[in-house]
């Protein structure tokens, strides 16, 4: 009966991974329908793979607008199954509760791949900035912010 059950959902799983990115595309096509304020990007390679993703609901936005001026960067660096790394940017709200403004899965770290990622998150947030931005001490991420973000003075970039 576990040989059965294990061949069933083997199958099972075989068929979700070969359409999982149209899935979540479509997911998000279908969240805009419901709710105009969600914003997502992405990108297709040139096999018609999904490139790059970044997605930030309605209410991540809304937090944002209230509790953005310091953010968290924070990257997984590929530690799921498609080795693609998954971007996190995210603050503490006024309950000291974690607030996530923002996602994004990536196909590699790459300073434009991190650029993609911060205009995306700029447009997605009304061009406003972080005053402060906390995030893991990659250097590539480092350098991007550099180049998409007009920081003052009170910026602080630290590794975690």
Request: glycine share 4%.
């Given at each position: 009966?576990?040989?059965?059950?294990?061949?069933?959902?083997?199958?099972?799983?075989?068929?979700i991974?070969?359409?999982?990115?149209?899935?979540?595309i479509a997911y998000?096509f279908?969240?805009?329908?419901?709710?105009?304020?969600?914003?997502?990007?992405?990108?297709?390679?040139?096999?018609?793979r999904l490139?790059?993703?970044?997605?930030?609901?309605?209410r991540?936005r809304?937090?944002?607008?209230?509790?953005?001026?310091v953010?968290?960067?924070?990257?997984t660096?590929?530690?799921?199954?498609?080795t693609?790394?998954?971007v996190?940017?995210?603050?503490?709200n006024n309950?000291?509760?974690?607030?996530v403004?923002?996602?994004?899965?990536?196909?590699d770290?790459?300073?434009?791949?991190?650029?993609?990622?911060?205009?995306?998150?700029?447009?997605?947030?009304?061009?406003?900035?972080?005053?402060?931005?906390?995030?893991?001490g990659?250097p590539?991420?480092?350098?991007?912010?550099?180049?998409?973000?007009?920081?003052?003075?009170?910026?602080?970039?630290?590794?975690?």
């Amino acid at each position: 009966m576990k040989d059965l059950y294990n061949r069933i959902n083997a199958g099972r799983m075989e068929e979700i991974a070969n359409r999982d990115a149209d899935d979540a595309i479509a997911y998000l096509f279908v969240k805009k329908d419901v709710d105009p304020e969600v914003y997502f990007n992405f990108t297709v390679t040139y096999d018609g793979r999904l490139g790059r993703l970044f997605w930030s609901d309605s209410r991540s936005r809304e937090d944002y607008k209230y509790y953005g001026d310091v953010i968290v960067f924070y990257s997984t660096f590929t530690t799921n199954r498609y080795t693609h790394p998954v971007v996190v940017m995210c603050g503490i709200n006024n309950h000291f509760c974690t607030s996530v403004f923002a996602c994004s899965t990536v196909p590699d770290e790459k300073v434009k791949t991190y650029e993609w990622i911060l205009n995306n998150f700029l447009e997605a947030m009304d061009s406003k900035q972080p005053l402060s931005i906390v995030l893991d001490g990659a250097p590539q991420i480092r350098k991007a912010i550099k180049r998409t973000f007009v920081l003052g003075y009170k910026t602080l970039v630290s590794n975690t």
